[in-house]
């Protein structure tokens, strides 16, 4: 079951590695984002305890998209939540993260 909505984030860079850190409003949330790199078609590698949701390879385009949660329960209300990719790292890139609340701690 979920509470609605709670924080949600957004980043982006000419280059680098994809990241968007966010505060939770929650404990015991779900953590989701989307991401688009139109500098090529290229696999993402999402950080640690994170995990691919699904990703979409335009090699005609040249464009990628996805989506990654994080792969555990949020700690304490207020706790800085990450969502990243190790690769590809020098890609213009942008990415959005939002938090699913749940029904009470632990939830």
């Given at each position: 079951m979920s509470n609605g909505a709670g924080a949600s984030a957004s980043a982006g860079a000419?280059?680098?590695t994809p990241a968007v850190s966010m505060l939770t409003s929650e404990e015991g949330?779900?953590?989701y984002g989307v991401g688009s790199d139109w500098s090529g078609a290229a696999p993402r590698s999402p950080g640690v305890n994170q995990v691919l949701l699904h990703e979409q390879l335009d090699a005609?385009?040249?464009k990628t998209f996805w989506s990654?949660?994080?792969g555990e329960i949020s700690g304490p209300a207020g706790e800085v939540v990450t969502l990243n990719d190790t690769a590809p790292n020098g890609d213009r890139w942008?990415?959005?993260s939002v938090e699913i609340r749940g029904d009470g701690p632990g939830n």
């Open positions: 000419a280059s680098g949330s779900l953590v005609r385009s040249g990654q949660y994080l942008n990415m959005a």
